[in-house]
């Protein structure tokens, strides 16, 4: 057993003994933004995820931090002024991770929309099929509005379709106008739900986190749990907050009270390799409605294209996948609004899909159902001494607001005042990240000299990791830079470092949440042998144990993001 698997077994341990404030199931985003909002207030927690931290719906978004523009059409105002807010504290708070991206919407009418989004607003169970330029103009000054406050970047211009079509050159010759505002991308949401839970972790000595566990009974005030490996503990929470998003009502019924909380959508991405495209946009996002009336997003990733997403009414997170349907809409689409440039199957090197977590609703249409977020509370009875707080909605970019509504909660019933805000607290790898041309140059100059790295390499590990990579720049100064077979980037010292340091129980772990080698389309059989051989010594894994880690992840690759590995990077199949 690793040290932090060691440190996290006698944290849980001590829970045993002497029983936890709050219980947290889930360690998705919601989840995790609480655990470490409440372990920074000294609550004792204990977050628990029946997969890996950050491995479903959290997996799964169209990667953006993003204001809610959309939200303007069904008067959701409280929570476009509670995203922006959220969005440039998170461009502070997480710049390792979080940067602006800025963002062209066609424009294929001057009046359309008008009168069908008052509808909206006013409560119709329809949405408008095309939004005109008096819509987005007015849309755009309101997004300006309700981004004012913390605000870090430009308002937005509005383009007339000569300056337009200079600025998108590939861009459909049916638009009559465009404007350019800004948003806000994470570059591996994954990795922010780990440091939020490592966040946690180092805040609180006394709290804890356990992946890959099951709850396998709540009986008599005591939640248990139990490991594929056999590994097993029972807590006596004084209140459980169940964060399982789409599996909210599962858990809720395993915890003995069934409800009905969740109506979860399917959202679905692609991932294409394309040059020419991604040339063209310059850096910036096309956020465009599709010929269905749908609001689609094609931007840069990593130097691929990502494309989404889908809004499909659906209840099976466990089985969730991009279906070849939604692979056509979203070709179909790209050649719609980019008719110069060619586009195929062949070119997709990754596809990805998850359930969006949100209330149960009547709605007509999946975009009328609310983005916001609630926290239903499940009072004790006599079976079960403790509260139940189900986090029910809510979206990537709010997480944080979300987790401290909640914690004000939680510690108004546990009887605690809050010690801290989390406003301006850097997550992970942005605690002291260097702002700023010049501090950004210093730091890379220390290092660099020090560890007598290149320059260019430790740029890489700081826009990587942040200012953990100081830590990994110790490693890799200590036994040397030896790339991973087929790559230029990835060391080994890197995986080892992570192997060892963040709570990866299995190969999956690494090539998947630690970092992007699976959605960059950059793992073949080789370097994937390779991770597996370092994970394997650092683990303690035997051969039958690493060949069966490789086989689950070629396996999990191929049947949920259609990718088959081949001795080169990855290709879809």
Known sequence: ?????????????????????????????????????????????????????????????????????????????????????????????????????????????????????????????TAPRSRGAVLIKIGLALYDYFGARERVMPRHRFLFKNTATKEMPYITPAIVAGGIYHDAKVSQPERLVYELVSDGLAANPKSAASNFMALV???????????????????????????????????????????????????????????????????????????????????????????????????????????????????????????????????????????RPLPASNASEPGLISRDHSAPIIEPDRERPFAI?????????????????????????????????????????????????QAHAAWVGKYAMESGLSSARVETLLARYGTTASAIIEQETRVGTVFLPETDTISAAEIAWIARNELVVHLADIVLRRTTLAIDGALSTSNLQAIADIAARELGWSDARKMQEIETVTTELARRHGVILISQPAKRR
């Open 1 to 125: 057993m690793n040290e932090p698997e060691n440190t996290q077994y006698n944290r849980i341990k001590q829970l045993e003994a002497e029983g936890v404030d709050v219980l947290i199931l889930g360690a998705g985003v919601n989840g995790a933004g609480l655990f470490r909002d409440l372990s920074e207030q000294g609550v004792n927690c204990l977050i628990v995820d029946k997969a890996d931290f950050g491995s479903g719906t959290s997996a799964a978004p169209s990667r953006l931090i993003h204001g809610g523009l959309k939200y303007l059409e069904t008067g959701e105002f409280g929570l476009i002024a509670q995203s922006t807010l959220e969005r440039n504290l998170l461009l502070k708070n997480a710049p390792h991770n979080v940067q602006p991206l800025p963002t062209f919407i066609p424009v294929f009418s001057w009046t359309r929309g008008v009168w069908a989004s008052l509808r909206t607003l006013m409560g119709s169970t």
């Open 217 to 355: 009974s709540a009986k008599d005030g005591a939640v248990s749990f139990e490991g594929p490996d056999g590994a097993a503990f029972t807590v006596t929470p004084k209140l459980v907050v169940n964060a399982a998003g789409p599996w909210i009502d599962h858990v809720n019924e395993a915890l003995g009270k069934p409800t009905k909380m969740i109506g979860g959508t399917k959202g679905s991405h692609i991932l294409i390799d394309h040059p020419e495209l991604v040339k063209s946009l310059n850096g910036r996002m096309i956020y465009f409605e599709a010929d269905d009336g749908r609001i689609c997003l094609v931007y840069d990733y990593h130097g691929l294209a990502l494309v989404g997403s889908t809004d499909i009414p659906s209840d099976d997170p466990d089985n969730v996948r991009a279906e070849e349907p939604e692979i056509d809409y979203f070709i179909d689409s790209l050649r719609s609004l980019l008719p110069k440039l060619q586009f195929d199957r062949k070119q997709i090197v990754y596809a990805y899909s998850g359930i």
């Open 389 to 437: 707080i189900s986090l029910v909605g809510g979206k990537w970019t709010t997480f944080r607001g979300f987790a401290e509504e909640v914690a004000d909660t939680v510690l108004s019933r546990l009887g605690r005042d809050r010690l801290k805000s989390t406003r301006n607290l850097s997550i992970g790898g942005g605690k002291d990240y260097p702002a700023g041309v």
